[in-house]
């Protein structure tokens, strides 16, 4: 069964650039599921920490248009210790990312998501003792209601 349109158009265009990119790590679905990702080959995954949503048209009940704004985070995750070639590999695997990603344009259903900035977001561990390189993603897209 299919989760949230946006969430499953991001997850779809991080396979699109994962492949596109020739990268060999998976990525995994760690969202409130019960993987238990193997990191000593390295993984990416998404988060997806909110944004915000406002009117923009006023007058047409039902059809009125809201602008959602919000961000994405790609984590690029290996072991925590694992050397300077995952280091590395990681890094090299986020500016791919970043760069793929920057000023996209993808459906979500019938709608259009628009990515409006992208940041990296340094690296750092994690609470599970993983290597962690981000990437931010900062979306809009326009809900009909």
């Known amino acids: 069964m299919a989760g949230d349109t946006l969430r499953d158009a991001f997850r779809a265009e991080l396979a699109t650039i994962r492949t596109s990119a020739a990268i ?4 995994k679905d760690t969202l409130n599921t019960s993987e238990n990702p193997d990191a000593s080959t390295g ?8 944004g915000s949503e406002r009117q923009v048209t006023f007058g047409a009940p039902a059809a009125n248009l809201h602008r959602e704004e919000g961000q994405v985070t790609v984590n690029i995750c290996t072991r925590l210790g694992a050397g300077t070639t995952k280091r590395d590999q990681a890094e090299t695997y986020a500016a791919a990312i970043r ?4 000023m996209r344009r993808f459906a979500a259903g019938s709608r259009s998501v628009r990515i409006t900035s992208t940041a990296p977001m340094g690296g750092g561990h994690d609470e599970a003792g993983l290597w962690v390189e981000s990437v931010a993603l900062a979306y809009e897209i326009y809900n009909v209601g």
């Open 24 to 27: 060999p790590w998976p990525i």
């Open 99 to 102: 760069t793929a990603f920057r």
């Open 43 to 50: 993984y990416l995954e998404l988060e997806f920490p909110g």
